[in-house]
Protein backbone atom coordinates (compact mmCIF):
# COMPACT_ATOMS: atom_id res chain seq x y z
CA UNK A 1 0.00 0.00 0.00
CA UNK A 2 1.04 3.46 -0.83
CA UNK A 3 0.21 6.29 1.78
CA UNK A 4 0.23 9.53 0.41
CA UNK A 5 0.63 11.08 3.95
CA UNK A 6 3.83 11.31 5.85
CA UNK A 7 3.12 8.21 7.62
CA UNK A 8 3.55 5.14 6.18
CA UNK A 9 0.10 3.14 6.18
CA UNK A 10 -0.59 0.14 8.64
CA UNK A 11 -1.34 -3.06 7.81
CA UNK A 12 -4.41 -3.98 10.48
CA UNK A 13 -6.33 -7.37 10.46
CA UNK A 14 -9.60 -7.58 12.84
CA UNK A 15 -10.56 -11.15 13.47
CA UNK A 16 -14.12 -10.47 15.05
CA UNK A 17 -17.11 -12.61 15.62
CA UNK A 18 -19.63 -9.61 14.75
CA UNK A 19 -19.44 -7.05 11.56
CA UNK A 20 -22.40 -4.68 11.02
CA UNK A 21 -24.55 -5.15 8.80
CA UNK A 22 -23.95 -8.98 8.01
CA UNK A 23 -23.27 -10.15 11.13
CA UNK A 24 -24.59 -7.79 14.07
CA UNK A 25 -25.87 -8.85 17.25
CA UNK A 26 -25.14 -5.59 18.98
CA UNK A 27 -22.12 -2.54 18.92
CA UNK A 28 -19.16 -5.15 18.28
CA UNK A 29 -20.19 -5.03 14.78
CA UNK A 30 -20.53 -1.56 14.84
CA UNK A 31 -17.43 -0.99 15.99
CA UNK A 32 -15.26 -3.65 13.70
CA UNK A 33 -17.14 -1.59 10.35
CA UNK A 34 -17.16 1.81 11.62
CA UNK A 35 -13.31 1.80 12.35
CA UNK A 36 -12.27 -0.23 9.94
CA UNK A 37 -13.82 2.09 7.24
CA UNK A 38 -12.69 4.98 8.97
CA UNK A 39 -9.20 3.75 9.29
CA UNK A 40 -9.25 2.83 5.81
CA UNK A 41 -10.59 5.77 4.44
CA UNK A 42 -7.27 7.51 6.47
CA UNK A 43 -5.07 5.11 3.99
CA UNK A 44 -4.35 2.27 6.22
CA UNK A 45 -4.89 -1.53 5.04
CA UNK A 46 -7.59 -3.36 6.40
CA UNK A 47 -8.69 -6.98 6.86
CA UNK A 48 -11.51 -8.53 8.52
CA UNK A 49 -11.53 -11.93 8.94
CA UNK A 50 -15.18 -13.45 10.09
CA UNK A 51 -16.46 -17.40 10.86
CA UNK A 52 -18.93 -17.75 7.96
CA UNK A 53 -22.27 -17.83 9.60
CA UNK A 54 -25.18 -19.93 8.09
CA UNK A 55 -27.65 -17.16 9.07
CA UNK A 56 -25.36 -13.52 8.06
CA UNK A 57 -26.95 -11.43 5.43
CA UNK A 58 -25.14 -13.13 2.08
CA UNK A 59 -26.94 -10.80 0.00
CA UNK A 60 -25.12 -8.19 2.02
CA UNK A 61 -21.40 -9.45 0.96
CA UNK A 62 -20.50 -8.27 -2.17
CA UNK A 63 -17.95 -10.54 -4.81
CA UNK A 64 -18.84 -13.52 -2.09
CA UNK A 65 -16.57 -16.37 -3.78
CA UNK A 66 -14.68 -19.41 -2.31
CA UNK A 67 -10.72 -19.67 -2.80
CA UNK A 68 -9.59 -22.63 -4.60
CA UNK A 69 -7.94 -23.99 -1.11
CA UNK A 70 -8.88 -25.55 1.73
CA UNK A 71 -6.91 -24.60 4.25
CA UNK A 72 -5.87 -27.03 7.30
CA UNK A 73 -6.40 -26.01 11.23
CA UNK A 74 -5.76 -27.83 14.25
CA UNK A 75 -8.39 -28.84 17.29
CA UNK A 76 -8.70 -31.55 18.87
CA UNK A 77 -5.86 -33.44 18.49
CA UNK A 78 -6.37 -33.20 14.19
CA UNK A 79 -6.35 -31.13 11.40
CA UNK A 80 -9.63 -29.88 10.00
CA UNK A 81 -10.13 -28.51 6.31
CA UNK A 82 -11.85 -24.90 6.02
CA UNK A 83 -13.05 -23.66 2.98
CA UNK A 84 -11.92 -20.23 2.68
CA UNK A 85 -14.27 -17.38 1.22
CA UNK A 86 -13.42 -13.82 0.01
CA UNK A 87 -15.83 -10.93 -0.45
CA UNK A 88 -16.23 -7.30 0.23
CA UNK A 89 -18.51 -5.79 3.27
CA UNK A 90 -18.94 -2.22 3.00
CA UNK A 91 -15.56 -1.67 0.70
CA UNK A 92 -13.96 -3.89 3.50
CA UNK A 93 -12.36 -7.09 2.39
CA UNK A 94 -12.90 -9.63 4.43
CA UNK A 95 -12.44 -13.62 4.91
CA UNK A 96 -15.42 -15.94 6.20
CA UNK A 97 -14.10 -19.03 7.72
CA UNK A 98 -16.02 -22.28 6.94
CA UNK A 99 -15.03 -24.88 8.91
CA UNK A 100 -15.53 -28.34 7.35
CA UNK A 101 -15.90 -30.20 11.43
CA UNK A 102 -18.50 -32.43 12.04
CA UNK A 103 -19.76 -30.17 14.56
CA UNK A 104 -20.86 -27.40 11.68
CA UNK A 105 -20.09 -24.95 14.51
CA UNK A 106 -21.57 -22.14 11.98
CA UNK A 107 -24.44 -23.98 10.79
CA UNK A 108 -26.51 -23.32 13.80
CA UNK A 109 -29.06 -20.53 12.86
CA UNK A 110 -28.06 -17.80 15.54
CA UNK A 111 -24.74 -16.50 15.86
CA UNK A 112 -24.07 -17.07 19.77
CA UNK A 113 -26.06 -18.79 23.00
CA UNK A 114 -24.43 -22.44 21.63
CA UNK A 115 -23.89 -25.32 24.35
CA UNK A 116 -20.38 -25.22 22.97
CA UNK A 117 -19.32 -21.35 21.74
CA UNK A 118 -16.26 -21.74 24.06
CA UNK A 119 -15.20 -24.61 21.55
CA UNK A 120 -16.95 -22.50 18.53
CA UNK A 121 -14.85 -19.05 18.99
CA UNK A 122 -11.20 -21.10 20.50
CA UNK A 123 -11.29 -23.22 17.26
CA UNK A 124 -12.37 -20.21 14.51
CA UNK A 125 -9.62 -18.22 16.21
CA UNK A 126 -6.87 -20.63 15.76
CA UNK A 127 -7.99 -21.25 12.20
CA UNK A 128 -7.65 -17.47 11.69
CA UNK A 129 -4.43 -16.74 12.73
CA UNK A 130 -3.82 -19.89 10.31
CA UNK A 131 -5.14 -18.54 7.66
CA UNK A 132 -3.07 -15.38 8.83
CA UNK A 133 0.31 -16.98 8.40
CA UNK A 134 -0.75 -19.48 5.45
CA UNK A 135 -1.76 -16.70 3.07
CA UNK A 136 1.96 -15.16 3.92
CA UNK A 137 0.27 -12.18 5.89
CA UNK A 138 2.34 -9.45 7.50
CA UNK A 139 0.29 -7.20 9.26
CA UNK A 140 1.57 -4.55 11.66
CA UNK A 141 -1.76 -5.06 14.11
CA UNK A 142 -4.30 -8.16 14.54
CA UNK A 143 -6.80 -6.29 16.17
CA UNK A 144 -9.18 -9.14 18.25
CA UNK A 145 -12.50 -8.57 20.32
CA UNK A 146 -14.44 -9.90 23.27
CA UNK A 147 -13.76 -13.20 24.43
CA UNK A 148 -14.72 -14.54 21.21
CA UNK A 149 -11.65 -13.81 19.37
CA UNK A 150 -9.77 -13.21 22.38
CA UNK A 151 -7.98 -16.65 22.18
CA UNK A 152 -5.97 -14.97 19.64
CA UNK A 153 -3.61 -13.19 21.92
CA UNK A 154 -2.11 -16.33 23.72
CA UNK A 155 -1.95 -18.48 20.25
CA UNK A 156 -0.10 -15.81 18.71
CA UNK A 157 2.51 -15.06 21.01
CA UNK A 158 2.72 -19.23 21.99
CA UNK A 159 2.37 -20.57 19.00
CA UNK A 160 2.10 -18.41 16.04
CA UNK A 161 4.93 -15.71 16.79
CA UNK A 162 7.25 -19.38 16.38
CA UNK A 163 5.76 -20.19 13.35
CA UNK A 164 6.58 -17.08 11.27
CA UNK A 165 3.46 -14.75 12.19
CA UNK A 166 5.68 -12.27 14.10
CA UNK A 167 5.10 -9.16 12.09
CA UNK A 168 2.27 -7.82 14.58
CA UNK A 169 1.58 -6.45 17.90
CA UNK A 170 -1.82 -7.46 19.39
CA UNK A 171 -5.06 -5.20 19.88
CA UNK A 172 -7.54 -6.31 22.02
CA UNK A 173 -10.97 -4.60 22.46
CA UNK A 174 -13.06 -5.77 25.33
CA UNK A 175 -16.93 -4.46 23.91
CA UNK A 176 -18.34 -5.43 27.74
CA UNK A 177 -16.30 -6.99 30.48
CA UNK A 178 -19.68 -9.06 31.64
CA UNK A 179 -18.77 -11.59 28.96
CA UNK A 180 -15.87 -13.44 29.68
CA UNK A 181 -16.20 -16.60 28.22
CA UNK A 182 -14.87 -18.55 31.41
CA UNK A 183 -14.31 -22.07 30.73
CA UNK A 184 -13.21 -25.47 32.94
CA UNK A 185 -9.63 -25.13 31.83
CA UNK A 186 -8.90 -28.49 30.69
CA UNK A 187 -11.13 -26.76 27.58
CA UNK A 188 -7.93 -24.68 26.58
CA UNK A 189 -6.21 -27.60 24.97
CA UNK A 190 -8.52 -27.74 22.19
CA UNK A 191 -7.24 -24.90 20.39
CA UNK A 192 -3.68 -26.47 20.75
CA UNK A 193 -3.01 -23.62 23.76
CA UNK A 194 -1.23 -25.23 26.52
CA UNK A 195 -3.97 -25.32 29.36
CA UNK A 196 -1.54 -26.17 32.22
CA UNK A 197 0.94 -23.37 30.99
CA UNK A 198 -1.90 -20.94 31.28
CA UNK A 199 -4.32 -21.61 34.21
CA UNK A 200 -1.82 -19.49 36.39
CA UNK A 201 -2.92 -16.64 38.33
CA UNK A 202 -0.60 -14.26 35.82
CA UNK A 203 -1.78 -15.81 32.98
CA UNK A 204 -5.46 -17.11 32.19
CA UNK A 205 -6.28 -18.30 35.33
CA UNK A 206 -9.61 -16.86 36.36
CA UNK A 207 -9.66 -14.68 39.05
CA UNK A 208 -12.08 -16.66 41.03
CA UNK A 209 -12.26 -20.16 40.15
CA UNK A 210 -8.95 -21.53 39.97
CA UNK A 211 -9.81 -24.46 37.83
CA UNK A 212 -11.25 -22.15 35.12
CA UNK A 213 -9.72 -20.06 32.37
CA UNK A 214 -10.93 -16.71 31.22
CA UNK A 215 -10.07 -15.97 27.54
CA UNK A 216 -10.61 -12.00 28.12
CA UNK A 217 -8.20 -12.01 31.03
CA UNK A 218 -5.81 -13.72 28.98
CA UNK A 219 -6.09 -11.10 25.90
CA UNK A 220 -5.56 -8.43 28.60
CA UNK A 221 -2.17 -10.14 29.94
CA UNK A 222 -1.16 -11.71 26.41
CA UNK A 223 -1.96 -7.98 24.01
CA UNK A 224 0.27 -5.43 23.39
CA UNK A 225 -2.68 -2.84 23.91
CA UNK A 226 -5.66 -3.76 25.59
CA UNK A 227 -8.72 -1.08 24.65
CA UNK A 228 -12.47 -0.69 26.21
CA UNK A 229 -14.98 1.90 24.59
CA UNK A 230 -15.42 4.55 26.40
CA UNK A 231 -13.05 6.69 29.22
CA UNK A 232 -14.96 6.08 31.85
CA UNK A 233 -16.04 2.56 31.56
CA UNK A 234 -12.36 2.22 31.69
CA UNK A 235 -12.21 3.73 34.92
CA UNK A 236 -15.25 1.67 35.83
CA UNK A 237 -13.98 -1.62 34.79
CA UNK A 238 -10.84 -0.70 37.07
CA UNK A 239 -12.68 -1.01 40.35
CA UNK A 240 -14.36 -3.46 42.18
CA UNK A 241 -17.87 -2.67 41.80
CA UNK A 242 -17.67 -2.39 38.03
CA UNK A 243 -14.93 -5.00 36.92
CA UNK A 244 -16.64 -7.95 36.92
CA UNK A 245 -13.88 -9.99 38.86
CA UNK A 246 -10.40 -8.44 36.63
CA UNK A 247 -9.90 -5.32 38.46
CA UNK A 248 -6.89 -6.66 39.88
CA UNK A 249 -5.60 -7.90 36.24
CA UNK A 250 -6.38 -4.54 34.71
CA UNK A 251 -4.88 -2.27 37.23
CA UNK A 252 -1.77 -4.61 37.40
CA UNK A 253 -1.67 -4.01 33.25
CA UNK A 254 -2.69 -0.64 33.19
CA UNK A 255 -0.10 0.69 31.16
CA UNK A 256 -1.35 -1.15 27.96
CA UNK A 257 -4.97 -0.35 29.32
CA UNK A 258 -7.04 2.96 27.37
CA UNK A 259 -10.38 3.70 27.17
CA UNK A 260 -11.57 5.36 23.55
CA UNK A 261 -15.37 6.25 22.96
CA UNK A 262 -16.36 4.83 19.59
CA UNK A 263 -18.05 6.49 16.83
CA UNK A 264 -21.26 5.46 15.03
CA UNK A 265 -20.87 5.70 11.28
CA UNK A 266 -21.83 8.45 9.75
CA UNK A 267 -22.59 6.80 6.28
CA UNK A 268 -25.14 4.23 8.04
CA UNK A 269 -26.93 6.29 10.23
CA UNK A 270 -27.69 9.39 8.14
CA UNK A 271 -31.22 11.12 8.38
CA UNK A 272 -30.31 12.68 5.04
CA UNK A 273 -29.92 9.77 2.81
CA UNK A 274 -31.65 7.11 4.81
CA UNK A 275 -33.82 5.30 2.81
CA UNK A 276 -35.51 3.48 5.69
CA UNK A 277 -37.38 6.50 6.58
CA UNK A 278 -40.61 7.98 5.15
CA UNK A 279 -39.00 11.28 4.87
CA UNK A 280 -35.10 12.69 5.08
CA UNK A 281 -34.52 15.53 6.81
CA UNK A 282 -31.71 17.60 8.17
CA UNK A 283 -30.87 20.02 10.51
CA UNK A 284 -31.32 22.99 8.56
CA UNK A 285 -34.30 20.63 7.30
CA UNK A 286 -36.22 19.60 10.11
CA UNK A 287 -39.42 19.25 8.89
CA UNK A 288 -39.55 15.69 7.75
CA UNK A 289 -38.72 14.56 11.25
CA UNK A 290 -42.62 15.28 12.15
CA UNK A 291 -43.68 13.04 8.94
CA UNK A 292 -41.34 10.07 10.16
CA UNK A 293 -42.99 10.92 13.60
CA UNK A 294 -46.40 10.73 11.39
CA UNK A 295 -45.29 7.82 9.72
CA UNK A 296 -44.17 5.53 12.93
CA UNK A 297 -47.56 6.36 14.84
CA UNK A 298 -49.41 5.27 12.27
CA UNK A 299 -47.92 1.93 11.07
CA UNK A 300 -47.95 1.20 14.82
CA UNK A 301 -51.54 2.26 15.54
CA UNK A 302 -50.66 5.13 17.79
CA UNK A 303 -52.80 8.05 18.45
CA UNK A 304 -52.26 10.68 15.65
CA UNK A 305 -54.09 13.64 17.16
CA UNK A 306 -51.71 15.61 18.80
CA UNK A 307 -48.50 15.97 16.56
CA UNK A 308 -46.87 18.31 19.72
CA UNK A 309 -47.57 14.98 22.22
CA UNK A 310 -43.71 13.23 22.73
CA UNK A 311 -42.82 10.11 21.73
CA UNK A 312 -40.37 8.68 23.88
CA UNK A 313 -38.65 5.55 22.40
CA UNK A 314 -36.00 2.99 23.27
CA UNK A 315 -33.61 0.20 21.24
CA UNK A 316 -32.20 -2.12 23.20
CA UNK A 317 -31.38 -5.72 24.20
CA UNK A 318 -33.34 -6.83 26.58
CA UNK A 319 -30.70 -7.73 29.27
CA UNK A 320 -30.39 -6.74 33.06
CA UNK A 321 -27.54 -4.40 32.00
CA UNK A 322 -29.85 -2.30 30.15
CA UNK A 323 -32.27 -1.58 33.21
CA UNK A 324 -35.14 -3.29 31.64
CA UNK A 325 -37.06 -2.47 34.99
CA UNK A 326 -36.51 0.91 34.62
CA UNK A 327 -36.98 1.06 30.80
CA UNK A 328 -40.63 -0.20 32.18
CA UNK A 329 -40.91 2.38 34.69
CA UNK A 330 -40.07 4.68 31.84
CA UNK A 331 -43.03 3.64 29.77
CA UNK A 332 -45.66 4.00 33.04
CA UNK A 333 -43.93 7.35 33.53
CA UNK A 334 -44.61 8.40 30.07
CA UNK A 335 -48.35 7.26 30.15
CA UNK A 336 -48.86 9.52 33.21
CA UNK A 337 -46.71 12.49 31.60
CA UNK A 338 -48.87 12.73 28.84
CA UNK A 339 -46.28 11.15 26.46
CA UNK A 340 -46.29 8.69 23.51
CA UNK A 341 -43.38 5.38 24.51
CA UNK A 342 -42.16 2.89 21.83
CA UNK A 343 -40.27 0.33 22.84
CA UNK A 344 -37.75 -2.16 20.09
CA UNK A 345 -36.09 -4.86 21.31
CA UNK A 346 -35.78 -8.64 22.17
CA UNK A 347 -34.43 -10.62 24.72
CA UNK A 348 -32.14 -13.74 24.94
CA UNK A 349 -33.51 -14.23 28.46
CA UNK A 350 -36.48 -16.23 28.88
CA UNK A 351 -38.02 -14.62 31.63
CA UNK A 352 -37.31 -11.06 30.66
CA UNK A 353 -38.86 -11.62 26.53
CA UNK A 354 -41.58 -13.60 28.56
CA UNK A 355 -42.33 -10.38 30.94
CA UNK A 356 -42.09 -7.92 27.87
CA UNK A 357 -44.20 -10.23 25.60
CA UNK A 358 -46.81 -10.12 28.53
CA UNK A 359 -46.62 -6.19 28.60
CA UNK A 360 -46.77 -5.99 24.92
CA UNK A 361 -49.93 -7.79 25.01
CA UNK A 362 -51.48 -5.81 27.53
CA UNK A 363 -50.51 -2.42 25.31
CA UNK A 364 -51.28 -4.25 22.02
CA UNK A 365 -54.53 -1.92 21.32
CA UNK A 366 -53.61 0.88 23.77
CA UNK A 367 -53.20 4.31 21.66
CA UNK A 368 -50.10 5.64 23.59
CA UNK A 369 -47.72 2.36 23.93
CA UNK A 370 -46.57 -0.04 21.76
CA UNK A 371 -43.53 -2.62 22.01
CA UNK A 372 -41.67 -4.38 19.23
CA UNK A 373 -40.35 -7.02 20.58
CA UNK A 374 -37.61 -8.26 17.55
CA UNK A 375 -34.82 -6.86 15.98
CA UNK A 376 -35.85 -4.96 13.52
CA UNK A 377 -32.81 -2.69 11.29
CA UNK A 378 -35.74 -1.08 9.15
CA UNK A 379 -37.86 -0.09 12.12
CA UNK A 380 -35.23 1.11 14.12
CA UNK A 381 -34.24 3.55 11.63
CA UNK A 382 -37.99 4.79 11.67
CA UNK A 383 -37.73 4.89 15.50
CA UNK A 384 -35.02 7.36 15.56
CA UNK A 385 -36.33 9.69 12.90
CA UNK A 386 -39.75 9.52 14.93
CA UNK A 387 -38.95 9.88 18.24
CA UNK A 388 -38.71 13.35 20.28
CA UNK A 389 -36.80 11.62 23.11
CA UNK A 390 -34.81 8.04 23.68
CA UNK A 391 -34.30 6.69 27.04
CA UNK A 392 -31.41 4.75 28.09
CA UNK A 393 -31.68 3.69 31.36
CA UNK A 394 -28.68 1.37 31.75
CA UNK A 395 -26.99 -0.17 35.56
CA UNK A 396 -23.88 -0.06 33.10
CA UNK A 397 -22.87 1.00 29.67
CA UNK A 398 -19.35 0.38 28.09
CA UNK A 399 -19.73 3.01 25.61
CA UNK A 400 -23.64 3.00 23.72
CA UNK A 401 -24.53 3.80 20.39
CA UNK A 402 -27.77 4.60 20.66
CA UNK A 403 -27.64 7.87 22.38
CA UNK A 404 -25.55 9.10 19.58
CA UNK A 405 -27.70 7.49 17.06
CA UNK A 406 -30.80 9.37 18.91
CA UNK A 407 -28.63 12.73 18.65
CA UNK A 408 -27.70 12.19 15.39
CA UNK A 409 -31.33 12.14 14.54
CA UNK A 410 -32.92 14.81 16.63
CA UNK A 411 -34.03 12.55 19.20
CA UNK A 412 -32.53 14.45 22.62
CA UNK A 413 -31.54 11.52 24.95
CA UNK A 414 -32.64 10.66 28.57
CA UNK A 415 -29.42 8.62 30.32
CA UNK A 416 -27.87 7.50 33.23
CA UNK A 417 -24.64 8.67 34.13
CA UNK A 418 -22.24 5.71 33.51
CA UNK A 419 -19.67 4.49 31.19
CA UNK A 420 -19.97 6.04 27.56
CA UNK A 421 -23.17 7.63 28.39
CA UNK A 422 -21.15 9.84 31.05
CA UNK A 423 -18.81 10.42 28.01
CA UNK A 424 -21.27 11.54 25.39
CA UNK A 425 -24.15 13.07 27.70
CA UNK A 426 -24.41 16.21 29.27
CA UNK A 427 -27.10 17.63 31.44
CA UNK A 428 -29.17 20.78 29.83
CA UNK A 429 -29.02 21.77 33.86
CA UNK A 430 -25.21 20.86 34.43
CA UNK A 431 -23.47 24.02 35.38
CA UNK A 432 -20.49 22.45 35.60
CA UNK A 433 -20.51 22.11 31.55
CA UNK A 434 -19.31 24.46 29.23
CA UNK A 435 -23.51 25.19 27.88
CA UNK A 436 -21.94 24.21 24.13
CA UNK A 437 -21.46 20.59 25.09
CA UNK A 438 -24.95 20.21 26.81
CA UNK A 439 -27.08 17.90 24.98
CA UNK A 440 -29.51 15.92 27.08
CA UNK A 441 -30.86 14.93 30.20
CA UNK A 442 -28.74 12.44 32.61
CA UNK A 443 -29.64 10.70 36.27
CA UNK A 444 -26.83 9.23 38.16
CA UNK A 445 -29.35 6.47 40.94
CA UNK A 446 -29.84 3.69 39.41
CA UNK A 447 -33.85 3.58 39.92
CA UNK A 448 -37.47 4.81 39.63
CA UNK A 449 -37.14 7.84 40.93
CA UNK A 450 -33.87 8.71 39.25
CA UNK A 451 -35.44 7.62 36.00
CA UNK A 452 -39.09 10.09 36.77
CA UNK A 453 -37.06 13.45 37.53
CA UNK A 454 -34.67 13.55 34.72
CA UNK A 455 -38.00 12.31 32.31
CA UNK A 456 -40.13 15.47 34.09
CA UNK A 457 -37.28 17.62 33.30
CA UNK A 458 -37.04 16.51 29.80
CA UNK A 459 -40.79 17.10 29.52
CA UNK A 460 -41.16 20.33 30.99
CA UNK A 461 -38.48 21.71 28.64
CA UNK A 462 -40.11 19.96 25.82
CA UNK A 463 -43.23 21.33 26.83
CA UNK A 464 -42.60 24.70 28.26
CA UNK A 465 -39.81 26.03 25.94
CA UNK A 466 -40.55 25.41 22.41
CA UNK A 467 -37.31 27.43 21.55
CA UNK A 468 -34.69 26.36 23.31
CA UNK A 469 -36.08 22.45 22.30
CA UNK A 470 -35.71 22.93 18.62
CA UNK A 471 -32.10 24.49 19.09
CA UNK A 472 -31.05 21.64 21.52
CA UNK A 473 -32.89 19.34 18.66
CA UNK A 474 -30.80 21.18 16.02
CA UNK A 475 -27.08 21.63 17.98
CA UNK A 476 -27.15 17.93 18.53
CA UNK A 477 -27.98 16.96 15.21
CA UNK A 478 -24.39 18.93 14.66
CA UNK A 479 -22.74 16.87 16.83
CA UNK A 480 -19.16 15.22 15.00
CA UNK A 481 -19.93 11.79 16.17
CA UNK A 482 -17.96 9.71 13.40
CA UNK A 483 -15.50 7.52 13.45
CA UNK A 484 -12.81 10.17 12.80
CA UNK A 485 -11.29 11.47 15.75
CA UNK A 486 -11.83 7.68 17.91
CA UNK A 487 -9.93 6.17 14.90
CA UNK A 488 -7.37 8.61 15.28
CA UNK A 489 -6.35 7.67 19.36
CA UNK A 490 -6.21 4.15 17.97
CA UNK A 491 -4.09 4.69 15.31
CA UNK A 492 -1.77 6.24 17.51
CA UNK A 493 -1.98 3.59 19.70
CA UNK A 494 -0.91 1.08 16.95
CA UNK A 495 1.90 3.42 15.57
CA UNK A 496 3.17 3.73 19.37
CA UNK A 497 3.20 0.09 19.92
CA UNK A 498 4.70 -0.94 16.37
CA UNK A 499 7.07 1.73 17.03
CA UNK A 500 8.14 -0.11 20.37
CA UNK A 501 8.39 -3.45 18.67
CA UNK A 502 11.01 -2.16 16.43
CA UNK A 503 13.05 -0.24 18.84
CA UNK A 504 12.96 -3.31 20.94
CA UNK A 505 13.74 -5.38 17.83
CA UNK A 506 16.65 -3.20 16.95
CA UNK A 507 18.39 -3.14 20.58
CA UNK A 508 18.10 -7.17 20.94
P1 LIG B 1 -25.16 -3.29 22.92
O1 LIG B 1 -23.93 -3.47 22.10
O2 LIG B 1 -24.96 -3.46 24.39
O3 LIG B 1 -26.33 -4.08 22.44
P2 LIG B 1 -25.15 -0.57 21.88
O4 LIG B 1 -25.93 0.64 22.24
O5 LIG B 1 -23.67 -0.45 21.88
O6 LIG B 1 -25.65 -1.75 22.80
O7 LIG B 1 -25.55 -1.03 20.39
C1 LIG B 1 -26.85 -1.39 20.07
C2 LIG B 1 -27.02 -1.42 18.56
O8 LIG B 1 -27.98 -2.43 18.22
C3 LIG B 1 -27.58 -0.12 18.00
O9 LIG B 1 -27.13 0.04 16.67
C4 LIG B 1 -29.10 -0.38 18.03
O10 LIG B 1 -29.79 0.41 17.08
C5 LIG B 1 -29.16 -1.85 17.68
N1 LIG B 1 -30.33 -2.57 18.23
C6 LIG B 1 -30.51 -3.00 19.51
N2 LIG B 1 -31.68 -3.67 19.61
C7 LIG B 1 -32.25 -3.66 18.39
C8 LIG B 1 -33.48 -4.20 17.84
N3 LIG B 1 -34.34 -4.89 18.60
N4 LIG B 1 -33.73 -4.01 16.54
C9 LIG B 1 -32.85 -3.31 15.75
N5 LIG B 1 -31.68 -2.80 16.20
C10 LIG B 1 -31.39 -2.97 17.50
Same mark, same amino acid.
Given at each position: LVSSGVRAGLHVIHIAAEMAPIAKVG???????????????? *????????????? +???????????????????????????????????????????????????????????????????????????????AGKKPDIIHCHDWQTAFVAPLYWDLYASKGLNSARICFTCHNFEYQGTAPAKELSSCGLDAHQLNRPDRMQDNSAHDTVNPVKGAVVFSNIVTTVSPTYAQEVRTAEGGRGLDSTLNFHSRKFVGILNGIDTDAWNPSTDNFLKVQYSADDIQGKKENKQALRKNLKLSMDDPMQPLVCCITRLVPQKGVHLIRHAMYRTIELGGQFVLLGSSPVQHIQSEFEGIAN??????????????????????????? +?????? +????????????????????????????????????????????? *????????????????????????????????????? +????????????????????????????????
Open positions: GLGDVVTGLSKALQKK *GHLVEVVLPKYDC +MQHDRVNDLRALDVLLESYFEGRLHKNKIWVGTVEGLPVYFIEPHHPSKFFWRGQFYGEHDDFKRFSYFSRAALELLLRHFRSHPQVRLILKYDEALSHLIYAASD +MFIIPS +MFEPCGLTQMIAMRYGSVPITRKTGGLNDSVFDVDDDNIPARFRN *GFTFLSPDEQGVSSALERAFDYYTMDHESWRELVYSN +MKIDFSWDSSAEQYIELYEQSVARARTGANRA
